[in-house]
């Protein structure tokens, strides 16, 4: 078996910042691409951000310069620092990866953990 805990959500005020990790754990023998999805209520899950094995990383525009997208191979955890949070930015912010039992990679979920902004 193959999980992906997120951890780091919370309420945070407009301005402020969050930091989500996700760390995968069980039967891995490589973790390839990892991402953060977010889901608003009534709106589709989207891309935030990616990252490489080898750190090469992409954004979606919305949070470009505002968060970085980091990851720790020998834990096999990423992570997302997220700074300068407003209003647009309150999801459900989910975990992705590409991991590889030995055979073939697929892609696994998180569970998802809430990101709220608020004053």
């Known amino acids: 078996q193959v999980q992906l805990v997120e951890s780091g959500g919370g309420l945070v005020r407009p301005g402020g910042s969050l930091r989500l990790s996700c760390a995968a754990s069980?039967?891995?023998?490589?973790?390839?691409?990892m991402r953060w999805y977010r889901q608003a209520p009534g709106n589709q899950r989207g891309l935030v951000a990616g990252?490489?094995?080898?750190?090469?990383?992409n954004y979606a525009d919305s949070v470009k310069g505002r968060f970085t997208i980091s990851r720790d191979n020998a834990k096999n955890t990423v992570y997302l620092q997220m700074d300068n949070l407003n209003s647009e930015d309150t999801a459900v912010y989910y975990c992705?990866?590409?991991?590889?039992?030995?055979?073939?990679?697929?892609?696994?979920w998180g569970q998802g953990t809430q990101v709220t902004v608020s004053s």
């Open positions: 069980g039967s891995i023998f490589s973790v390839y691409a």
């Open positions: 992705n990866a590409d991991i590889s039992k030995g055979d073939y990679a697929r892609g696994y």
């Open positions: 990252i490489t094995r080898s750190g090469t990383t």
